[in-house]
């Protein structure tokens, strides 16, 4: 179908038309199209001209966690089991490129040859990152970062086989203790996922207050106030950064402070607001295993100016609990727990159970302890 030159004048301007505009246009056919081609027109053009084009059925599938698109035009996935490699028509080199273009204004954000990097936010919550050549190989690289659904809990991520039924229980314990926690892993492991069914489980009473590079957090939960950052524009102006928003956070009452991801200076302000009665505050981190979180909070603080002896002891007095997710063959699993642990001056993790196998490690009387409980 032939789109009218206004609409492609507002395209070309990086205004998309909406959802209205492309209803009357393509009713306007209805008398050659019937009303079941008028439908199908209607959601072709709202895929390729308002949404992610021939990618929107995967941000429809449930499963599906990440898109990404290679230069080369092939299309990757993850539905939770790693990689997988799919077929897309009508993904070239161009064809991509404009795709990338696109959903960036959608995100507000600019993207070409001055700019030729984003990262921004879409609609329902979708991450997006792309790159344009010269920085990649052959065309424009897009990834995109599919939230799950609002609403999933513990007990919905027990049912995935993410965790037993005893780590489930102890996970409910370690919030409603209003242990501090760091929910670690690499790349793609379910950190925020599990974060958010932690949250869920939050009294209804008390006030979270999420602080978030770019918006990732689901949170089934009746109070919660976000704080996003902010890019700064073409001049180089109007940044708002993650350190700028622990500091805002900290003056409107948490019950409960969340840093959806530490990487970098803010790291200072996040020890610091846990280290004044800040209890139950969490947040993710990305450590290889439990026993690297210590050596990567050294470095995070060696960004803000603080030396390795005051980072142990914020780090110690801050965060008491550590959890630690993996990919696993059959999916994303929550592999250990465990407690912060300084002997002589020196801080390392002391492993308390091994999920999997339901095996206890020394630090469980710690753990233990945090709960309540006997060891």
Not at 111 to 127: I, T
Not at 173 to 202: D, I, N, P, Q
């Amino acid at each position: 179908m032939r789109i009218d030159a206004g609409i492609r004048d507002r395209i070309l301007r990086g205004q998309p038309p909406d959802a209205a505009g492309l209803g009357e246009l393509v009713q306007g056919e209805a008398a050659r199209l019937g009303q079941a081609g008028v439908d199908q027109v209607r959601s072709e053009l709202a895929a390729d001209l308002l949404g992610a084009g021939p990618l929107e059925p995967f941000l429809a599938d449930a499963e599906v966690t990440d898109i990404l698109v290679n230069g080369d035009g092939s299309v990757w996935v993850d539905r939770g089991r790693g990689l997988e490699q799919v077929a897309v028509t009508g993904l070239g080199s161009e064809s991509t490129r404009r795709l990338a273009v696109r959903l960036a204004g959608q995100a507000g954000r600019r993207l070409d040859e001055s700019q030729p990097w984003v990262d921004g936010l879409l609609s329902g919550g979708v991450r997006l990152h792309a790159v344009l050549p010269p920085l990649v190989d052959q065309g424009a690289h897009v990834s995109l970062r599919v939230p799950r659904q609002a609403g999933s809990r513990l007990a919905g991520l027990q049912a995935t086989g993410m965790f037993s039924a005893e780590t489930g229980l102890l996970l409910r314990r370690l919030v409603e203790r209003r242990v501090s926690l760091l929910v670690t892993g690499g790349t793609g492991t379910g950190k925020t996922t599990l974060l958010g069914g932690l949250l869920a489980e939050v009294p209804a009473h008390e006030r979270v207050v999420l602080v978030e590079d770019v918006r990732e957090l689901a949170v089934d939960h009746p109070h919660v106030v976000r704080l996003q950052g902010r890019a700064a524009n073409v001049e180089g102006r109007g940044e708002v950064t993650l350190v700028d928003l622990v500091r805002q956070a900290l003056r409107m009452r948490p019950d409960r402070l969340v840093v959806g991801e530490v990487r970098g200076a803010e790291v200072r302000e996040l020890l610091a607001a846990l280290n004044t009665g800040h209890e139950g505050g969490c947040g993710t981190v990305h450590a290889n295993s439990p026993e690297d979180v210590v050596a990567r909070f050294e470095a995070l603080g060696a960004l803000a100016g603080l030396s390795r002896a005051a980072v142990h002891a914020q780090f110690a007095s801050a965060v008491q609990a550590v959890v630690h997710v993996r990919r696993a063959p059959s999916g994303r699993t929550v592999e250990s727990v465990s407690v912060l642990d300084r002997r002589d001056g020196v801080l390392s993790v002391a492993p308390a159970l091994r999920c999997a196998r339901g095996e206890r490690g020394p630090g469980w009387p710690s753990l233990a302890a945090l709960l309540g409980e006997e060891p």
